[in-house]
């Protein structure tokens, strides 16, 4: 602590920094004297490059570093910013500061507190003349000086933009961990002046691990003790009580942060062991309008440790930046004047009017069944177990009705995030549908995504309240996840304690006696987040609203015909937990729900069996090992499958034999394979015996992928074509043959992503007149207009001779008698990539490597295309939760590896 106040009271005056500092442009740093004291500031400006451009900037961008950083930290924005306005673009300046007793400003040799220091950043902006629109851009505690400097120049204020921080510690939280040390007596003076472990500490949260030359600037201010005077300060200045000097401050800044109505954005690395997802939770709440953005696997230094700058400049080219000008994000409306469908149509006639379809809850059938002792859903038990559970409908009503308002009465409130980690069945379709009821937002992640993914997921969706079963519970506890705990059976008093479980289901029922139910939800009300597979990346939660979710139940409803009556197997969750909405009666079959190619033949014909099936959806793995188990049913299960009429099988693409051996096994069903995706769950759909039609009328140099048909009624289907290094930048077309990125638009269509600004506007394309979806499959429209996906954007080829997609070649290889599956790649260098087959042979290889000159040369004879090598797998790496789509990019790396001299494994 003697180190602490002696620093405290030094006095230095201010400085440039010393060149040759790895990435700063020296011209950008000037000195600045302002306020009572006449304090010299050290800032970064681009002030001068902007006036010799000749361009009048349309605001400033006013950036605050927080501890123990300086204005090195914002030396891209500042240079990105003047590159933009030499290329044309829009024109920022931008002003980055080093705080006083920080950087390389002056060391006035007085403690200077959070009120200070917020009036302190207002007597510089005063000296500079900034007249606005001013942006603020703040992290750590720079966050909440600039917010201050926000409340206090509304009439200047034209926009927010903060990386992580914290304007309010909520009271059941303690402060971080690492500031608890650092502010301990006999920590804060060593830990923060007396030796550098504190910089040296923050240095070491980037991800990935700063360059020794970035680290070196981040040092430069603070070689000796005397210049670190400012960092023990900060620490010492965080308001850990109601009775510390900043407090009042802080909670004056933290409530005028709500009545802030500029357009916001919140870049975020959720990996902060300071500043985590509920301090973000407090801003968002605060500022219920922002843009917010979690960049998955950033921490602490996010502006090391992602493009932050490119993100911020692009948001403010989008937002309004008038003062008090609201957030100009918002996508465009679902209804169109007029929708087509190609193929259907010549371009000479009118188009229907377009008819939003008619909203009606999810849960409407079960008010209108709360007295139908018919079946609802079937709960099939376990091996051995006592035989399947029967739900009537009046149960089902009664169960959501008594659950709804249990959770109200435990305090679950409109907006809260629910997640629901337990399997598909009674409990899961009735605490679904409960919290849907009172206007809860359901998280669902499939457990397929592991351990690690569910953590990523659920930590990202930072649920409220979580409802489980043991094992998942045991999980949430062990590895933090956020969210008061419920179980769904009734634990002993000690596990309870342990898991931090606070109610059982049937608390639930008791504590909701007498309960009012609240309003229903508005339907545009957020009604979910549901995960994606993770198949091409971190799962992302996908938002729907309570409208958008009966959209997708009215989709499948007028596709397949399912209503009152239907009978529907559903190995598939989002399937089984949207029968209630359509009266449909459901049961998931036998299976783990983590595997899907545990199901067997016999386990679905007892499922059909068990609801008189007349509706079966299957994904393409869990079908591939029913129809290899064929074998083992009986002639009841046969009869049982005979009974199915309409057949579905999605998540990937479904090969036609597969498809075929599965119409053998329900003789009298008519077998489709729809297109979709988390973002919409249905947008094309096809026929076996239109996959065929649509084969046989192929023309010569079709680039060939797989049939899913033609867009549902009320979807639109769009392509945008491939430029030469594979990015799909083409003016979106229906014409025929054209291969492009898929953009689909529906009334079902997702609503966004789940603190994924970035995303949102990448998935996003500006097509007016409708909201439109970038898919990131990459297929063609044929001439009936039918969609035919030939793969992912993300593989597509970039070879010499131009643009390759795999999913045509694969299929030719596949034709080769030899070959079970195939997975083509590109190796090298986009735009002089070679092309590699590799393949799972019939019988399977042991060990992996170069196929044999017999194989290759079939292989090759094939492909009407160079392939550079023909390589040789026991199994081809797919993704977590269908496994069934090929990991195309990690079967490059090792296709590449391998022919580079690598040690061959299994990929």
């Known amino acids: 602590m003697r180190a602490l106040l002696a620093a405290a009271g030094a006095i230095a005056p201010a400085s440039l920094p010393p060149r040759g500092l790895h990435g700063l442009d020296p011209s950008f740093s000037r000195l600045v004297t302002a306020g009572p004291g006449a304090h010299t500031w050290h800032l970064l400006d681009n002030a001068d490059h902007l006036d010799r451009l000749g361009v009048e900037p349309v605001g400033t961008l006013l950036c605050v570093h927080g501890n123990p950083t300086w204005s090195y930290l914002w030396r891209r924005l500042v240079a990105e910013a003047a590159d933009r306005a030499a290329a044309g673009g829009e024109a920022w300046r931008v002003v980055a500061v080093d705080q006083l007793d920080m950087g390389f400003s002056e060391r006035t040799g007085s403690p200077r507190g959070l009120p200070q220091r917020v009036a302190d950043l207002g007597d510089l902006t005063t000296a500079l003349g900034l007249a606005g629109p001013v942006v603020t851009v703040g992290h750590d505690w720079g966050g909440v000086i600039s917010l201050g400097w926000a409340v206090d120049h509304p009439d200047l204020l034209a926009g927010v933009v903060l990386l992580n921080t914290a304007v309010h510690q909520p009271a059941h939280l303690r402060v971080p961990v690492p500031l608890r040390l650092a502010l301990r007596p006999a920590v804060l003076g060593s830990a923060t002046v007396a030796t550098p472990a504190f910089l040296e500490t923050t240095l070491a949260l980037a991800r990935p691990r700063l360059p020794r030359p970035v680290r070196d600037a981040y040092r430069a201010p603070y070689r ?140 409407h059938h079960l008010d209108a069944q709360r007295d139908s002792t018919r079946t609802a859903l079937v709960e099939m038990a376990p091996t051995g177990g006592a035989g399947p559970r029967v739900v009537t409908w009046a149960l089902l009503a009664r169960r959501v009705r008594e659950l709804a308002a249990g959770l109200t009465a435990v305090g679950v409130r409109p907006g809260d995030r629910v997640s629901l980690l337990v399997p598909p069945g009674a409990d899961l379709t009735a605490v679904l549908y409960a919290c849907l009821r009172i206007g809860a937002v359901v998280v669902v992640a499939d457990a397929g995504l592991g351990v690690r993914g569910l953590t990523r997921a659920v930590r990202g969706a930072r649920p409220d309240h979580v409802v489980g079963e043991l094992p998942g519970l045991t999980v949430a506890r062990a590895l933090g996840w956020p969210g008061r705990r419920i179980s769904t059976t009734p634990l002993l008093p000690a596990v309870a304690r342990a898991l931090g479980v606070g109610h059982a289901l049937v608390d639930l029922v008791d504590a909701g006696r007498g309960v009012e139910l609240p309003a229903e939800p508005s339907p545009d009300a957020t009604a979910a987040v549901l995960f994606t597979s993770g198949s091409t990346g971190p799962a992302k939660g996908v938002v729907y609203t309570h409208r958008q979710l009966a959209a997708v139940a009215g989709a499948l409803r007028a596709q397949y015909d399912l209503g009152a009556g239907t009978g529907l197997v559903a190995g598939f969750a989002p399937f089984a937990l949207l029968a209630p909405a359509l009266g449909a009666r459901s049961v998931t079959p036998d299976m783990d729900v983590t595997s899907p190619r545990t199901l067997t033949a016999p386990a679905v014909a007892a499922a059909a069996a068990a609801v008189d099936a007349t509706v079966l959806f299957l994904s393409p793995a869990a079908l591939a090992n029913v129809v290899a188990t064929a074998g083992d049913l009986t002639p009841a299960d046969h009869a049982a499958l005979a009974r199915v009429r309409t057949f579905l099988s999605a998540g990937a693409p479904v090969p036609e034999h597969l498809l075929a ?78 291969t492009g990125e898929i953009l689909v638009s529906a009334p079902h269509l997702k609503d966004g992503y789940f603190r994924l600004h970035l995303t949102d506007r990448a998935a996003a394309r500006d097509v007016p007149g409708r909201r439109w979806h970038r898919t990131g499959d990459v297929g063609h429209l044929d001439g009936e207009g039918r969609l035919w996906v030939e793969g992912r954007l993300a593989h597509v080829v970039t070879t010499a001779d131009g643009v390759v997609t795999p999913v045509g070649l694969e299929q030719r290889v596949e034709r080769v008698p030899a070959v079970d599956r195939a997975g083509v790649v590109g190796i090298g260098p986009r735009g002089t990539q070679l092309l590699v087959a590799v393949v799972e042979t019939r019988p399977r290889t042991r060990r992996p490597g170069l196929a044999p000159a017999e194989l290759a040369g079939a292989v090759r004879a094939a492909v009407p295309a160079p392939l550079a090598a023909v390589l040789v797998v026991p199994g081809l790496p797919t993704d977590v939760r269908h496994n069934s789509k090929i990991d195309r990019t990690r079967l490059a790396r090792w296709a590449e590896d391998v022919l580079s001299g690598g040690r061959v494994r299994r990929p």
């Open 224 to 363: 000796e003790a005397a210049r670190r005077g400012g960092i023990g300060g900060f620490v010492a200045d965080i308001p850990v009580t109601a009775a510390h000097p900043s407090a009042a401050e802080l909670d004056r800044v933290a409530a005028g942060v709500r009545a802030l109505d500029v357009p916001a954005l919140l870049l975020w690395g959720p990996g902060d062991p300071v500043f985590g997802d509920q301090y973000l939770d407090d801003l968002v709440d605060r500022l219920p309008h922002a843009a917010v953005h979690r960049f998955e696997g950033a921490g602490h230094l996010v502006a090391e440790d992602v493009d932050y700058a490119t993100a911020a400049l692009d948001w403010l080219a989008s937002a309004t930046t008038g003062p008090g000008a609201p957030a100009a994000d918002a996508p465009p409306p679902d209804a169109p004047a007029e929708y087509d469908v190609p193929g259907t149509r010549s371009a000479d006639t009118p188009a229907p009017p377009y008819e939003p379809p008619r909203y009606e809850p999810l849960w």
């Open 661 to 738: 051996a599965a119409g053998r096994l329900m003789p009298n069903a008519e077998p489709h394979t729809p297109y979709g995706m988390t973002e919409g769950l249905l947008m094309t759909d096809a026929t076996l015996a239109g996959i065929r039609e649509a084969t046989a009328a192929r023309a010569d140099g079709d680039p060939g992928g797989v049939c899913v048909g033609r867009p549902t009624a009320t979807t639109q289907v769009r392509i945008s074509p491939l430029g030469d290094d594979g990015a799909a930048t083409g003016e979106p077309t229906t014409e025929a043959g054209r």
